[in-house]
């Protein structure tokens, strides 16, 4: 999958950024899926391995496949060391490296608005499924302001600072993802919205875990320091602290499933 601009090369820096929240909407997500044990599992656009910690942790599966073009991100999958029996290869969403009806379950954990051709990659899914097994999706409400971040990226977007964007963030938006899924003539559809919170100690975790965005972060580490102060101001008024200098900050996520028909 071709991700433009925003890529993703640091396994630490995501942990931080996005893993936290990828794991708080993945938990909802699972609970929503109902998975039997002993299927044999595949994560499409898997990272560093987050969500494919939870497929091992709750799932009780027969194996569990990882599929990532990032090499970089993959080599801290594999160093997870819940994730020692996992197997991870590189590769794409829209030509992945299995055969057909491969496994009983493939997911996308906050991968599809990465996906240059998010309907060919709902089909690569549904081709490695074996007949009635699920394909399901998550991914951040991008055109409904579900990003974790929006805040930041809103403020940028103010001060006239281009955000680099994915490729397809319309695949996020729930009609359109029944839609893919209908389009891959999947069976069984279904859709919910996952809203989560994630609590930062104060303000400067906050900031400092934005940094690591692979999105903006290179931008924002290169700002003039007043600039760079003048939005970090304007940010932190837009998230208000407890008492105890915590900051709540909530997300949407949209997600699908379906089967594979028999």
Same mark, same amino acid.
């Given at each position: 999958?071709? =991700? $433009?601009?925003?890529?993703?090369?640091?396994?630490?820096?995501?942990?931080?950024?996005? /893993?936290?929240?990828? #794991?708080?909407?993945?938990? =909802?997500?699972?609970?929503?899926?109902?998975?039997?044990? /002993?299927?044999?599992? @595949?994560?499409?656009?898997?990272?560093?391995?987050?969500?494919?910690?939870?497929?091992?942790?709750?799932?009780?599966?027969?194996?569990?496949? $990882?599929?990532?073009?990032?090499?970089?991100?993959?080599?801290? !999958?594999?160093?997870?060391?819940?994730?020692?029996?996992?197997?991870?290869?590189?590769?794409?969403?829209? !030509?992945?490296?299995? *055969?057909?009806?491969?496994?009983?379950?493939?997911?996308?954990?906050? +991968?599809?608005?990465?996906?240059?051709? *998010?309907?060919?990659? +709902?089909?690569?899914?549904?081709? +490695?499924?074996?007949?009635? /097994?699920?394909?399901?999706?998550?991914?951040?409400?991008?055109?409904?302001?579900?990003?974790?971040?929006?805040?930041? @990226?809103?403020?940028?977007? $103010?001060?006239?600072?281009?955000?680099?964007?994915?490729?397809?963030?319309? !695949?996020?938006?729930?009609?359109?993802?029944?839609?893919?899924?209908?389009?891959?003539?999947?069976?069984?559809?279904?859709?919910?919205?996952?809203?989560?919170?994630?609590?930062?100690?104060?303000?400067?975790?906050?900031?400092?875990? !934005? @940094?690591?965005?692979?999105?903006?972060?290179?931008? @924002?580490?290169?700002?003039?320091?007043?600039?760079?102060?003048?939005?970090?101001?304007?940010?932190?008024?837009?998230?208000?602290? #407890?008492?105890? /200098?915590?900051?709540?900050?909530?997300?949407?996520?949209?997600?699908?499933?379906?089967?594979?028909?028999?």
């Amino acid at each position: 999958m071709k =991700t $433009g601009e925003i890529r993703f090369r640091d396994g630490a820096a995501y942990e931080r950024y996005m /893993g936290r929240w990828s #794991q708080l909407a993945g938990e =909802t997500f699972l609970d929503w899926l109902d998975p039997v044990p /002993g299927q044999q599992w @595949l994560d499409v656009g898997c990272g560093n391995g987050a969500f494919t910690e939870m497929l091992v942790g709750r799932c009780d599966p027969a194996s569990v496949h $990882g599929v990532d073009p990032s090499e970089e991100q993959l080599v801290y !999958a594999r160093a997870r060391p819940e994730l020692c029996s996992a197997q991870f290869r590189q590769g794409d969403a829209m !030509a992945m490296p299995y *055969p057909d009806s491969a496994f009983d379950a493939a997911v996308m954990p906050l +991968v599809i608005f990465f996906v240059a051709d *998010p309907a060919r990659g +709902v089909a690569e899914m549904g081709r +490695v499924v074996r007949p009635g /097994g699920i394909v399901a999706a998550y991914a951040w409400d991008m055109a409904g302001g579900g990003f974790p971040y929006e805040t930041l @990226l809103a403020e940028m977007r $103010g001060l006239g600072i281009t955000v680099p964007a994915p490729p397809s963030p319309d !695949a996020s938006r729930i009609d359109m993802m029944r839609d893919l899924w209908a389009g891959a003539a999947l069976d069984a559809i279904e859709t919910r919205e996952i809203v989560v919170h994630r609590t930062f100690a104060d303000f400067d975790d906050f900031w400092a875990t !934005a @940094l690591g965005a692979p999105s903006v972060g290179m931008i @924002l580490a290169s700002m003039a320091v007043e600039d760079l102060a003048h939005l970090k101001a304007r940010v932190r008024g837009r998230l208000p602290a #407890q008492r105890s /200098g915590h900051i709540t900050c909530d997300a949407r996520a949209n997600a699908v499933k379906g089967r594979v028909p028999k």
